[in-house]
């Protein structure tokens, strides 16, 4: 597969004053290709505590594909694809939330804490294409994996 049928893909993750950065930079990680660049933004919560959003958008295709191909990891990869319908807004947006502690082991788990959001290219652009379209294309990087 040369091209990945998704304009970008973002990742995104808050680490809360409790939290090691460094640590959640390694959980976000899990799901990039080396020396990705990861922006930061500094907050502040509602009590004043400081809250780091740590952030990364990827538009090439070699670093989209890379990013989903670890969803096929997911020991819940066949509940991914059959709640695609849910998954894909009318705006051919896909999203997906990832357990942040499993990331930092490096293991791929749907949960809490890592934000996944993609953009399905799709033509003409709705949802019911888009869904085709991420079917598909997730379902070609499993058999890939698979090899």
């Known amino acids: 597969m ?7 893909v973002d990742l995104r993750t808050f680490c809360y004053a409790t939290e090691d950065e460094k640590r959640v930079e390694t959980a976000l990680r899990t799901f990039l290709p080396e020396e990705t660049e990861i922006d930061s933004d500094a907050t502040e919560g509602h009590y004043g505590d400081r809250i780091l959003v740590l952030s990364v958008r990827l538009e090439r295709a070699d670093d989209v594909r890379y990013v989903l191909s670890k969803l096929t990891e997911l020991g819940s990869f066949d509940r991914l694809l059959s709640e695609l319908e849910d998954r894909i807004d ?7 939330q990832l357990d942040k502690q499993a990331a930092y082991r490096g293991d791929v788990e749907l949960g809490d804490g890592l934000m996944l959001r993609g ?16 079917s598909e294309a997730l379902a070609a990087l499993e058999a890939q994996t698979d090899r």
């Open 90 to 96: 009318d705006n051919c947006a896909f999203f997906i």
């Open 2 to 8: 040369s091209a990945v049928p998704f304009h970008y």
């Open 119 to 134: 953009k399905v290219e799709a033509y003409p652009a709705t949802k019911d294409r888009a869904i085709e379209t991420a």
